[in-house]
């Protein structure tokens, strides 16, 4: 019988489980697997699997910069506060978001363009080498691109999966074609902050069991 008493780590281990059973096709030996596992929880929806692409260097460079203690830059709040803070402080890595500052509401207004994007704008000296989590907003993948193809420094990984109808598969497919960024998105128009949040907290969780141990290829 299911109650409320039931520990919550002993759900997420069930939960776990049975996401493994309905994918036995992938190969959960890989080093992309706990994401894959933790986007699929957080979903509830198996299917999603089939969507998710990585870069070949994406769970290797975003490792590395959890391990040097980068930061995480979200695009909106709702990332910013799913990201595990235990973890994050056991790594040193400050999560940064700037959709609410005023300096961003103001750059919003004068240049047309959405608060998210003029958060990336405004936090564009902090990306390079970071981990940069965009899980709602198309408008800030673009402007993170836009800076990096202006000449701004690449993140080691970016976790874009921008949802919606307008631009958001868009924006992912040209993430896809800058090859030289590594990257963990979902294709088409799904997506949301629970994908981005869950991609990152893998990452982390991995990068805290791996403390101490040689980063490799």
Sequence with gaps: MQTASVPGEHIQTRSFEIVAGLLPGLDQAAPEWPIIRRIVHSTGDPAIAGSIRFHREAVHKGLEALWRGQPIVTDVKMVSVGISSS????????????????????????????????AMVHLSSMTPGAVVAIGNAPTALFALLEGI?????????????????????EAKARL?????????????????????VAAVNALLRMAVDGLGTEVKQ
């Design 87 to 118: 973890l994050t402080a056991r790594l040193g890595c400050q999560v940064l978001c700037a959709i609410d500052d005023l300096a961003v509401q103001e750059l919003a207004r004068e240049r047309n363009i959405t608060r998210s994007a003029a």
């Design 149 to 169: 193809e202006n000449g701004r420094g690449a993140p080691a990984l970016v976790v874009g999966t921008p949802v919606g109808f307008v631009g958001a598969a």
């Design 176 to 196: 896809i074609e800058r090859r030289s960024i590594p990257y963990i998105t979902i294709e088409g128009t799904r997506g949301g902050s629970a994908m981005a």
